[in-house]
């Protein structure tokens, strides 16, 4: 059998678990990843299952087109693997020929012989009539930029100077960020390990703890990953600790931790009582062990942030950070399946749940303390309109400003929007108890 057909068999049936059955991608790629021992296979695995994901709304709209009449639904993993081999000649840009003969044997190790046929005449008139098939295809803004019309519209709405902007964004691969752990090595050091063993990297310009790889890596393979000498985390996300500014000695709650990254950066940046919550206990054991691989130590409990009578114990907290479970529009370089998943309904619902988790946790902070309030969405009803809420119900709460260097203006907060300073989509807010 073609050596490359099991990859791409075993890639169908990953995608077709995250378009069909809605899984998350991350976690199909967790499971399926370690079952190619050579790392150019894992590497090439995960190019095409992100570009397929990606790009799904487009290159399945594509197929559309071509079919003389539609699969049966029983065929979904064929309309998968057709997908992603539109997508490895298209987009990763393999070899017409290397990916229909793969794709070919790839439907019989998948016990669909009867369609290796349509797979190999289907991909072939893909690769010969894909001019002709852009062209329609950017007709449309859902198949142009392979995002659901519901997000188009949204974007538009709520930032129509850079709605565009941010559409082409999302269907860029993100850098990939190290965040140095001060407690082992600052960023200078990490950087000089990194090039000693033949990594390029840099140093950010704006984040005191980044160092930007020059292109994606296998990072558990990497210098000091397992002396902990850094984590992997966006530059976006690492601002949040410069808006808690944690001292020694304070008491900080982070109210959603899984998994981690965010309550180990507080702890690498002071001497805190810091306390992990989250309530899917299945999520605890990843806080654990990151902190336990970076040298970190917390209380990480279970429970719901917003039901704080459950764990609470009425001491009160300096910091709280809630970075609250929202849509996740801010980050869809790194999660493509976002554009799959999510749909209009859903905002209402985690506004709602946002507001509720910060009127919760309002009277755990300690007078003169600080909450911040963070999300990686980039739409408004989960950001300045839940802040612009729960400040009208909170008449004590003090909105510090965010730095300039955070974004745009956002109502009481800042908004960085996907790719801006080559970073996620995050909103950021800051409030105050008075003493």
């Not at 996740?328 to 988790?357: F, M, N, S, W």
């Not at 963070?374 to 839940?386: F, G, P, Q, R, Y």
Request: aromatic letters at 6%.
């Amino acid at each position: 059998m073609n050596p490359g057909a099991a990859l791409r068999g075993e890639a169908a049936r990953a995608l077709a678990r995250v378009v069909f059955d809605g899984a998350s991608l991350r976690a199909v790629l967790t499971e399926s990843s370690p079952r190619f021992s050579d790392p150019r296979d894992r590497a090439l695995f995960s190019a095409s299952l992100f570009a397929a994901t990606r790009w799904w709304l487009r290159l399945d709209a594509a197929l559309t087109l071509l079919l003389e009449k539609p699969l049966p639904s029983k065929a979904r993993e064929i309309r998968a693997l057709l997908a992603l081999g539109c997508a490895q000649i298209a987009i990763v840009d393999m070899p017409e020929y290397a990916v229909v003969a793969s794709c070919v044997d790839a439907a019989r190790a998948l016990g669909q012989s009867r369609y290796s046929g349509l797979v190999n005449a289907l991909l072939r008139r893909f690769a010969r009539e894909r001019s002709a098939l852009e062209t329609r295809l950017d007709g449309d803004d859902v198949t142009r930029t392979a995002h659901p019309r519901w997000l188009i519209d949204a974007l538009r709405r709520d930032w129509p100077d850079a709605a565009d902007a941010m559409l082409d964004a999302n269907n860029r691969e993100a850098p990939l960020t190290l965040r140095a752990n001060r407690r082992r090595a600052d960023r200078a050091t990490l950087l000089e390990r990194l090039r000693v063993e033949g990594t390029e990297a840099r140093l950010h310009d704006d984040l005191a703890d980044a160092v930007v790889l020059e292109r994606s890596t296998d990072v558990t393979r990497l210098a000091g990953y397992a002396e902990g000498l850094f984590s992997v985390q966006d530059g976006a996300a690492q601002r949040v600790a410069d808006l808690v500014d944690a001292a020694d000695g304070q008491r900080v709650l982070d109210a959603c931790a899984a998994p981690g990254g965010k309550a180990a950066h507080l702890l690498e940046r002071a001497d805190v009582e810091l306390v992990a919550l989250d309530r899917d206990a299945s999520r605890l054991p990843r806080i654990a062990e990151n902190l336990a691989r970076l040298g970190l130590r917390a209380d990480v409990r279970r429970g719901d942030a917003a039901l704080p009578a459950a764990w609470w114990d009425g001491r009160p907290f300096d910091r709280i950070l809630l970075d609250a479970p929202c849509s996740a529009t801010g980050i869809i370089r790194r999660q493509p399946d976002v554009k799959l998943h999510r749909c209009d309904a859903d905002i209402a619902g985690l506004a709602a749940e946002q507001a509720r988790l910060l009127s919760a946790l309002w009277p755990l902070l300690a007078p003169g303390g600080r909450l911040v309030y963070a999300t990686c969405s980039v739409l408004k009803a989960e950001n300045d309109a839940v802040l612009a809420g729960f400040r009208a119900k909170h008449p004590d709460a003090k909105s510090i400003p965010v730095p300039a260097a955070f974004g745009r203006a956002a109502g009481d907060g800042r908004q960085n929007l996907p790719g801006a300073g080559g970073m996620d989509g995050f909103y950021y807010a800051i409030l105050q108890r008075p003493h």
